[in-house]
C-alpha cells in the first residue's frame, strides 16, 4: 500500500512565523500534490511538483512556496504565516497521469494547522 | 474549463436505506472521474474511479458510481447504507489531459442514522 506521511498532525505557530510542513511518500511517486481544505470549499490545489526541483503553480499559491530536493519529499513552505492561512492541508501523490491522467491520487492525514 | 458540483452539501439517511450522492461534471476533454471518501481525522481514501470503458464502476465498502455522459453526471450509490458510511465524500474531475491534477468537488457529508 502507498504510504503518505505528513509529520505533523497538528500545527500551531504565530503570525509572522516562517512554517515548514513536510510530506514524505514511499512509493516512487513522481508527481507530489499541497491541497488546503476548508470547510464549504472542498480541496484547493496550492502547489504541484512532477519531478524533483520542479514546480507548479496551483490554484491558490498566494503566500505559499514549496521545495522538492528529493523525489520522496515535498515541503510547503509559508513564508510569513497569516491567521487566514489557518486550515487543514493535505498532501498527496501518484504516478504520471500519461494519456488521459487516470491514475488516482494517495493522501496523507492531513495537517491541522492553526495561526494565532 | 473543468468543474465539479456536489449537490448537497449534507445528506441524512437511516441506516439500511438507499444512499444517493449526487455529483455533476463539466470537462472540456474527456473526463477521468473519481470519488474519495474522508473520515473524520483522516486523509482521502479512494473509493472507486471512471476511467474509460464500463460505465458502472464498482468500489470498496458496497458503493458503485454510474457515468452518464448525456446527464455529465457521476452519482454516487450504496443500496443499504451501514453507520461506518458517514463520511465527508469527494466527487473529483481530472484537470485536462496528462496533467495528473484534479478538481475536487465542495464535498457532501453523509449523516447516517441509527
Known amino acids: 500500500d502507498v504510504k503518505v506521511t505528513q509529520s505533523s498532525r497538528y500545527l500551531v505557530k504565530r503570525t509572522g512565523e516562517k512554517v515548514f510542513l513536510e510530506c514524505v511518500q514511499d512509493m516512487d511517486h513522481e508527481n507530489m500534490f499541497w491541497y488546503r481544505q476548508d470547510p464549504g470549499l472542498g480541496l484547493r490545489l496550492i502547489y504541484f511538483s512532477y519531478d524533483v526541483k520542479m514546480k507548479e503553480k496551483g490554484d491558490i499559491p498566494e503566500g505559499y512556496s514549496v521545495s522538492r530536493e528529493k523525489k520522496e519529499r515535498f515541503s510547503l513552505i509559508l513564508e510569513s504565516a497569516s491567521t487566514n492561512q489557518t486550515s487543514m492541508y493535505l498532501c498527496?501523490?501518484?504516478?504520471?497521469?500519461?494519456?488521459?491522467?487516470?491514475?488516482?491520487?494517495?493522501f496523507g492525514d492531513g495537517t491541522r494547522l492553526s495561526i494565532l | 474549463a473543468q468543474s465539479v458540483t456536489q449537490l448537497g452539501s449534507h445528506v441524512s439517511v437511516s441506516e439500511g436505506a438507499l444512499v444517493l450522492l449526487r455529483c455533476n461534471y463539466s470537462?472540456?476533454?474527456?473526463?477521468?472521474l473519481f470519488w474519495y471518501v474522508q473520515y473524520p481525522n483522516q486523509g482521502l481514501q479512494l473509493l472507486l474511479k471512471?476511467?474509460?470503458?464500463?460505465?458502472l464502476v464498482k468500489g470498496i465498502n458496497g458503493f458503485e458510481a454510474e457515468f452518464k455522459k448525456s446527464e455529465t453526471s457521476f452519482h454516487l450509490t450504496k443500496p443499504s447504507a451501514h453507520m461506518s458510511d458517514a463520511a465527508e465524500y469527494f466527487c473529483a474531475v481530472t484537470k485536462g489531459s496528462n496533467t495528473g491534477k484534479l478538481i475536487f468537488g465542495q464535498g457532501t457529508t453523509l449523516q447516517v442514522k441509527p
Open positions: 471512471y476511467t474509460t470503458g464500463a460505465t
Open positions: 498527496a501523490s501518484s504516478r504520471p497521469g500519461g494519456a488521459g491522467s487516470n491514475q488516482p491520487q494517495h
Open positions: 470537462s472540456s476533454v474527456p473526463p477521468y
